[in-house]
């Protein structure tokens, strides 16, 4: 029989958020504590519409930002790049990358370091990725991000995405996005600063991208349509089984859903397609 916890407890390393209390710990690692797997906001099908777009093959040398606990690194590595590197800052994360493996010759590694200062080699990848990150960062860290995939990328064939929250539409009143922004923060324990799809845009212009195709989808993360879709039917059954078993994780997940709800027609995921603008003569 397969096993019920999530791979990094498989493999005896912790799960990051060990040490913190249910009621503290950001939500997206008391997800991952239940077993959930598919820790971004559009789900695995934006995931997957993100990959398709950057249309990794075996050519490409790939880099995933804030890689979390690998789901997406599973999805890349079937491509069978040339190359593979995880970035990640937190211990646990980079331990249960490490065990990564790929089902064709990609060099695969994991290292611990910063999304905005990964200390990679300049213009080594032909593909840099990140889901989920951005959003929980200021407007400076943001830009550093971004700045740092725009480093790594070949000029001549590098592709940039992201998967991220969003805000809903491009007009929405500055005040209602304030309240989003704040409920966000109560409910996750984290810092989240969606922008709407065009401020999206503009941050990427800024930092020498420009962007040629991008989807949205609902923010539909505890829904349980989506729990099954994103998790498969049995897995969904463990994870909320755990959560009946945990009433302090039970109270901040039904908080967080409710924080989604309440929000549902102004939040929303998005994955956006970008290549290195080209430098004028």
Do not use: N
Not at 105 to 125: F, H, K, M, Q
Not at 238 to 252: V, W, Y
């Amino acid at each position: 029989m397969a096993s019920t916890e999530p791979s990094a407890l498989r493999h005896g390393f912790p799960v990051p958020g060990d040490g913190l209390d249910a009621a503290r710990m950001p939500g997206h690692w008391l997800l991952a504590r239940l077993g959930k797997r598919a820790l971004r906001p559009g789900g695995v099908e934006l995931t997957r519409w993100m990959l398709d777009a950057l249309d990794v093959d075996p050519q490409d040398r790939v880099v995933e930002l804030a890689a979390g606990l690998g789901a997406t690194a599973r999805l890349t590595l079937a491509r069978q790049p040339a190359a593979y590197t995880a970035v990640d800052r937190d211990p646990a994360a980079v331990a249960a990358l490490s065990v990564l493996t790929a089902p064709g010759p990609t060099e695969v590694r994991a290292v611990r370091s910063d999304a905005a200062d990964t200390r990679l080699p300049d213009g080594d990848a032909s593909v840099v990725y990140g889901e989920a990150m951005l959003t929980m960062q200021p407007e400076p860290a943001k830009r550093r991000i971004v700045r740092e995939a725009r480093r790594l990328l070949d000029d001549s064939t590098g592709r940039y995405a992201i998967h991220e929250l969003c805000l809903l539409p491009d007009d929405l009143d500055p005040a209602l996005a304030e309240r989003i922004t704040h409920d966000l923060h109560e409910a996750i324990h984290v810092g989240a600063r969606p922008l709407t799809p065009t401020a999206w845009t503009e941050l990427l212009a800024g930092e020498g991208f420009t962007v040629t195709a991008h989807r949205t989808a609902p923010m539909a993360l505890l829904e349980p349509r989506r729990l099954v879709d994103d998790e498969g039917l049995m897995p969904a059954l463990r994870i909320a089984g755990r959560a009946l078993r945990k009433p302090a994780a039970l109270r901040r997940v039904l908080r967080m859903r409710r924080v989604f709800r309440r929000h549902s027609a102004h939040l929303g995921a998005i994955s956006l397609l970008a290549v290195p603008t080209p430098s004028s003569p």
